[in-house]
Nanobody
Framework: QVQLVESGGGLVQAGGSLRLSCAGS????????MGWFRQAPGKEREFVAR????????YYTDSVKGRFTISRDNAKNTMFLQMNSLKPEDTAVYYC???????????????????WGQGTQVTVSS
């Protein structure tokens, strides 16, 4: 059964914006910390951003700081990734994921996350 579903990907020109959404349920979203990852062809899955269950703390990989914003709406069991000033190197399949643990010192690793969506394609043309 699909537990997390991403949407909002597409084809945009460099400098454009997209807003990705990740829809879950009270059982797959709940009080879990959430993260966004991306994977380009031939490359390993890469950490993009993380948000704590309350939304009080956020973390970003250096390459997206100042351009991407992660947020969540717990009442609707939904997480978002606002992507501005997109670059061709942002092209990848983007995945949302849930971390059920209470403490994850290696939250930049995909191994820290238990529940994954199917991914949504983001393509940025130059």
């Amino acid at each position: 059964q699909v537990q997390l579903v991403e949407s909002g990907g597409g084809l945009v020109q460099a400098g454009g914006s997209l807003r990705l959404s990740c829809a879950g349920s009270e059982y797959t979203f709940g009080r879990y910390a959430m993260g966004w990852f991306r994977q380009a062809p031939g490359k390993e899955r890469e950490f993009v951003a993380r948000i704590t269950w309350s939304g009080g703390s956020t973390y970003y990989t250096d390459s997206v700081k100042g351009r991407f914003t992660i947020s969540r709406d717990n009442a609707k069991n939904t997480m978002f990734l606002q992507m501005n000033s997109l670059k061709p190197e942002d092209t990848a399949v983007y995945y949302c994921a849930a971390d059920r643990s209470t403490y994850s010192p290696t939250f930049e690793s995909p191994l820290s996350y238990d529940i994954w969506g199917q991914g949504t394609q983001v393509t940025v043309s130059s």
